[in-house]
T-cell receptor
Framework: TQLLEQSPQFLSIQEGENLTVYCNSS?????LQWYRQEPGEGPVLLVT?????EVKKLKRLTFQFGDARKDSSLHITAAQPGDTGLYLC?????????????FGTGTRLKVLA | EADIYQTPRYLVIGTGKKITLECSQT?????MYWYQQDPGMELHLIHY???????EKGDLSSESTVSRIRTEHFPLTLESARPSHTSQYLC????????????FGNGTRLTVT
């Protein structure tokens, strides 16, 4: 079974600071997705990265897929309190032939005003 | 807008009771999933389904059972609830393609006393 490790696990920063969250695996994924979850709600998709080396931007969020498709990063510029939440990466497990989604260990972000 | 619905949102129940958590989606998705999540932590897959009459166990062992008699409906049942079952249960759905994103409900927060 493929595993996804995220770092850091917790992050508390001041409004206006930049941050990067990492999602790493020893296995290759055909694609990776990033979700954000707010308290009391289900995760919501932010982006899907498919091609090795791909970079996608969503306003102040920049997502990158590693060249070898084993890792991904999420960079937030000038963080705002509204960015607070649990960030999860996820990939389809192709090794078992079932294509079920595996989620990363999560990064809990708190942005202080 | 919510295209995947979970009821109840909150449930407090005594040990030994039988419970069913409901999940319905209106998007015509073939694949549906149940994840278990402790607050702010990673998601663990407990059941999934590729379509009607298809159900599979996930990576996390669970005493719950599921059924998929209709495409839009994927209920989860616990025959005899125990305090160890206290958690948040998230239902999700997706199209059949392995890169299709997951759409999550807002979860059921279960407390077994």
């Amino acid at each position: 079974t493929q595993l996804l490790e995220q770092s850091p696990q917790f992050l508390s920063i001041q409004e206006g600071e930049n941050l990067t969250v990492y999602c790493n695996s020893s296995s290759v994924f055909s694609s990776l997705q990033w979700y954000r979850q707010e308290p009391g709600e289900g995760p919501v998709l932010l982006v899907t990265v498919v091609t090795g080396g791909e970079v996608k931007k969503l306003k102040r969020l920049t997502f990158q897929f590693g060249d070898a498709r084993k890792d991904s990063s999420l960079h937030i510029t000038a963080a705002q309190p509204g960015d607070t939440g649990l960030y999860l990466c996820a990939g389809a497990d192709l090794t078992s032939g079932t294509y079920k989604y595996i989620f990363g260990t999560g990064t809990r972000l708190k942005v202080l005003a | 807008e919510a295209d995947i619905y979970q009821t109840p949102r909150y449930l407090v129940i005594g040990t030994g009771k039988k419970i069913t958590l409901e999940c319905s989606q209106t998007m015509g998705h073939d694949k549906m999933y149940w994840y278990q999540q402790d607050p702010g932590m990673e998601l663990h897959l407990i059941h999934y389904s590729y379509g009607v009459n298809s159900t599979e166990k996930g990576d996390l062992s669970s005493e719950s059972t599921v059924s998929r008699i209709r495409t839009e409906h994927f209920p989860l049942t616990l025959e005899s609830a125990r305090p160890s079952h206290t958690s948040q249960y998230l239902c999700a759905s997706s199209y059949a393609s392995y890169n299709s994103p997951l759409h999550f409900g807002n979860g059921t927060r279960l407390t077994v006393t």
